[in-house]
């Protein structure tokens, strides 16, 4: 597929999925949503990728739904689309990683984007925020339940309710991001944390990904068995054999997925 609103390359095992609509600060029209769906779909599906990195441009990972193409929709128009819904879909499906590397704006369903990812890395311009409100609407693809659940409830409606926005110290400070570089070493350290995780066994690092989640969908009774049982799983595979073995041996393991 030839992409028109997104840059795709692929290194060292990991995709880089840049979102590419400067002139529109990357807001997120169908066209993009469809093209970043199939990017993901593609990377998740493709053997050579084992990480996936999600960005944007410095001054914007994304300002937001589009405005633009939004404005004039009814609602028989957006209920019968299901506006939003197919298109973010195989994010959530992609069982591989995906790291959202976050510079300037992340508003709305930039910021709802990035919160779908696996963890944000920031550069300290990134400013997070769900303006909604100021367009007599609200967060539509997961805003005001993953805001809640990372940053707590009261800072999550201040955000909701205010539309303020969150600088990079204070989304670190609330457990929204995972950690946060100067603007110039955002993406090298994207880069390494998804070489990294490359490094490792793809089974651990799907079962991690499975049960994180699952963290987020379950009672902690639930989860625990859930994570115990994935824990014991892994004692059926190679890899745990040579990330022990390697261990012992004092050197190096050498995963093969197995
Ligand atoms: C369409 C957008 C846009 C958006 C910016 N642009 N955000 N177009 N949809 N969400 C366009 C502007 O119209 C402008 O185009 C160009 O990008 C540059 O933006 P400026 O406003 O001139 O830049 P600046 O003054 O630097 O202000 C940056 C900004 C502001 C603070 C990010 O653009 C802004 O407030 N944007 C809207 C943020 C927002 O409300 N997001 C939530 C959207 S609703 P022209 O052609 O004029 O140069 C949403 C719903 C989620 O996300 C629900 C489910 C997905």
Known sequence: MAYETIVVEVEDSVALIRLNRPEALNALNSRLLEELAAAVSAADSNDKVRCIILTGSDKAFAAGADIREMADKSFVDVFTEDLFTISTEAI???RKPIVAAVSGYALGGGCELAMMCDFIIASDTAKFGQPE?????????????????????????????????????????SGLVSRVVPSAKLLPEAMAAARKIAE????????????????????????????????HALFATEDQKEGMGAFLEKREPQFRDR
Not at 158 to 171: K, P, Y
Not at 214 to 231: I, P, Q
């Open 92 to 94: 959530l499906r992609c």
């Open 133 to 173: 409100i100021n367009l007599g609407t609200m967060a539509g693809i997961g805003g005001s339940q993953r805001l809640t659940r990372f940053v707590g409830k009261s800072k999550s409606m201040d955000m909701h309710l205010t539309g303020r926005f969150m600088d990079a110290s204070e989304a670190e400070r």
């Open 200 to 231: 490792k066994s793809a089974i651990s690092v799907m079962a991690v990904k499975e049960a994180v989640n699952r963290s987020y969908e379950t009672t902690l009774r639930e989860g625990l068995l859930f994570e115990r049982r994935l824990f």
